[in-house]
């Protein structure tokens, strides 16, 4: 067989690995279009931090104060295709729980500046906990929910901090193995640049972990929700949504849960 004949093969087999090794990112991050409403997030109970959105500048971490001194302060930590809009409607209930509230936006979402990858997201997170400590919010206060993406964010920030507990909606072991799982044909685990890998990681958070997954759940498969609760510390708990997807689990009773985990908490006595 000429050797022709089996390099245009190879030749767009490797074209093809190049060409999703170069847009891999366009394939994580989905920003929706448009920000957030100002007069729509304060109806929700949102106002920016201090400081945020300064001279016409887009508010990147958005502020539902606890209701009473000691009371946990979730920061939540949205999926890829969401933004800090869909997380204020979609805490409603924490808030009207008495808890605080704050919500992160990505760089790239929501009209924030820059662009998205795991490294930026991870120093706008760490960014935002440097905030609530200035506001005398310690770690010992903090619930980080991640959602979907958010999870490879709020592991990373788990480790080391000694944080009240930890909310899992809908992970994934790791991007790496999300992308080697759908392009099975390729050597994509390899060639991901922002592996988000909550697997390496979460035996290591020594704090409370919530897990959530739906059964149903066809963006990441429940298996890796199993995965990740078998390799976690205790104290841990895993609920797994018989007819949940990966978007609706808060029309599977999640809520419930999630405020049922945060009463469980120790509470810190201190504002």
């Known amino acids: 067989m000429p050797l022709e004949f089996l390099a245009l093969p190879a030749l767009a087999y490797a074209a093809i690995v190049g060409y999703l090794a170069a847009r891999q990112r366009s394939f994580i ?6 920000r957030p409403d100002p007069m729509d997030m304060a109806r ?3 106002a920016p931090a201090a400081g945020e ?24 930590l949205h999926g890829n295709a969401s933004m800090v809009a869909d997380g204020a409607a979609k805490l409603a209930p924490l808030r009207e729980a008495g808890l605080g509230v704050m919500l992160v936006e990505y760089p790239g979402y929501g009209g924030a500046a820059g662009r998205p990858s795991e490294a930026s997201i991870l120093r706008q997170a760490e960014e935002a906990l440097g905030i609530l400590a200035r506001a005398g919010i310690g770690s010992e206060r903090i619930v980080l929910w991640g959602e979907s993406l958010g999870t490879g964010v709020a592991t990373r920030l788990a480790v080391g901090r000694g944080v009240a507990g930890v909310i899992l909606e809908a992970p994934f072991t790791s991007v790496a193995d999300r992308a080697q799982e759908i392009y099975w044909w390729t050597p994509a685990r390899w060639i991901v640049l922002d592996a988000f890998d909550n697997l390496s990681r979460i035996a290591s958070i020594g704090a409370p972990l919530l897990l959530l997954h739906g059964e149903r759940d066809e963006t990441t498969p429940a298996a890796h929700g199993r995965r990740l609760l078998a390799a976690a510390a205790e104290p841990k708990r895993g609920i797994f949504f018989r007819e949940g997807g ?5 029309e599977h009773g999640m809520m419930h849960e999630v405020l049922s985990f945060i009463s469980s908490l120790p509470r810190d006595g201190n504002a």
């Not at 991050?29 to 448009?34: C, D, I, L, Q, V």
């Not at 016409?56 to 979730?74: D, E, K, L, N």
């Open 29 to 34: 991050f989905h920003p929706p279009a448009g």
């Open 246 to 250: 990966h978007v609706d689990l808060a």
């Open 53 to 76: 959105g300064a001279a016409g500048a887009t508010p990147r971490f958005w502020i539902s104060p606890a209701q009473a001194p000691g009371t946990p302060m979730v920061v939540f």
């Open 44 to 46: 929700a109970g949102f």
